[in-house]
């Protein structure tokens, strides 16, 4: 622990030093190398958080921790560029059992760049998706759902992969992506009393997963269609005895989004078609064909309020209703995948509002986000407040409140409700 402190204060110390070495040049001994930091756009970033509960559903609570990241953008040659990102964590600084020191390499690729083209090679992240949030079609690379950081983009971790960018007009870009190296979601199971076996893919070129994407961005009207064909990034329960198995299912995804503004209002939708690799299958914890559809709309008032509403739609023409199922332990693999999937019902409506307003020249944000199932009722809040305190220096306050039955999506995840702090401190 007293090593990862050193080396947080250590890179706080250098980015002091960046920050107040413009002029340094040659006449200080240390100038290459500030000057080769600086051009390979090294920057750094020191944060202290608090989480009122873990996101883990182990009943751990008042965690403090430390979190720094390092990022690099190098310049190789005019046509070769790349990035590094790595993030170390103490999840708890008192050295809880289970929440030691964290090591983890969020992105490290380079790309080359053609006269049409830009090919990434490397663990890169891709998020795909226009919807606010809720993303259908965001199918390529995983998010940690049960890491203390506060944002969502915190969430975002890479897969290694190669991903070719080719530009066919200003507006239409063609998008292939292909992988041998999977990796799955991380996500909070009620695991007491119950044994997982987990299954993976294996990363081999059998195993390879293809995802192929014709977007337009420019102009009025944008838009995308999609096809992946790969594995979930969440798991499928089955029941083996009295052991819950939990593997990752083989499935082809066709995907659409498009975006328009008028004015002030702005019009978002997006759509996946997922089907499985064995559609003739009949066991009712397998994950079935479904439709997941989002459409919304939102408007900025006063300059700077803006509203966010969503309408969400999951269908499951084979929906089985998991208290139809004799076997309790069938039943209780069932389960787990109606929570998993959010689908509780052959059709799921949801909702999803996002409201945020500035104030003192953009320094004090307040957001709210909210997520509720219509068919349980079960729901998501999250309150947010930023305040940039300086160039440097940011502070965030919220909280996660999960509320509904403890069978349902967000109710299964009560536990973790609380409050969380954040202070950064950046270069």
């Known amino acids: 622990m007293n090593r990862l402190i050193a080396i947080c204060l250590g890179c706080v110390t250098l980015g002091a030093t960046l920050a107040n070495a413009q002029d340094a040049g040659e006449a200080s001994p ?3 190398v500030l000057r080769f930091l600086r051009e390979q756009r090294v920057t750094t970033l020191l944060r202290m958080d608090y989480f009122q509960s873990s996101n883990s559903l182990d009943g751990a609570e008042n965690l403090v921790g430390a ?8 310049r190789i040659t005019e046509a070769l560029d790349g990035k590094i990102e790595w993030r170390g964590s103490a999840r708890d600084l008192r050295d809880r059992h289970g929440y030691g020191p964290e090591s983890d390499l969020l992105e490290a690729y380079i790309t080359a760049h053609f006269g049409q083209a830009d090919l990434r090679i490397g663990k890169q992240i891709i998020a795909w998706g226009r919807a606010d949030g809720i993303n259908p079609t965001d199918n390529l690379t995983p998010r940690d759902f049960v890491v203390l950081l506060p944002l969502e983009e915190d969430q975002r ?3 290694t992969a190669i ?3 080719t530009y066919l007009s200003q507006e239409l870009t063609f998008t292939a992506f292909t992988s041998s190296f999977f990796e799955p979601a991380r996500f909070p199971l009620p695991t007491k009393g119950v044994s997982i076996q987990l299954t993976q893919p294996a990363h081999t070129a059998s195993d390879s997963e293809l995802a192929l994407k014709l977007s337009k961005t420019g102009g009025e ?7 992946f064909d790969g594995y979930s990034l969440l798991p499928s329960v089955a029941a083996a005895g009295s052991t819950l198995d939990l593997h990752y299912d083989r499935t082809q995804v066709l995907g659409a989004d498009a975006a328009r503004n008028f004015g002030r209002f702005g019009f978002r939708s997006e759509v996946a078609d997922t089907r499985p690799s064995d559609p003739d299958a009949t066991d009712p914890n397998a994950r079935n064909a479904r439709l997941f559809w989002v459409a919304g709309v939102d408007r900025t008032f006063l300059e700077n309020l803006n509203v966010n509403l969503q309408f969400l739609l999951r269908w499951m023409p ?3 209703d998991p208290h139809s199922l004799s076997n309790p332990n069938a039943q209780n693999a069932a389960t787990f995948n109606t929570i998993i999937d959010g689908q509780q019902a052959q059709t799921s409506p949801g909702m999803t509002t996002r409201v945020s307003k500035l104030w003192f020249n953009d320094t004090l944000q307040a957001e709210i986000f909210a997520v509720v199932n219509v068919v349980r009722g079960d729901h998501f809040v999250r309150p947010l407040i930023t305040y940039t305190v300086s160039d440097h220096v940011k502070a965030l306050l919220g909280a996660n409140v999960y509320r509904g039955a403890r069978d349902a999506q967000y109710g299964a995840l009560g536990p973790d409700s609380g409050v969380f702090a954040e202070v950064r401190y950046g270069l």
Do not use: I
Not at 67 to 74: D, E, R
Not at 221 to 227: A, E, K, M, P, R
């Open 157 to 159: 971790f890479g897969t």
């Open 30 to 32: 240390s100038g290459p």
């Open 221 to 227: 009207f944008d838009w995308s269609v999609s096809y």
């Open 163 to 165: 991903k070719l960018d």
């Open 318 to 320: 084979h929906y089985h």
């Open 67 to 74: 979190t720094l990241q390092v990022k690099a953008l190098p």
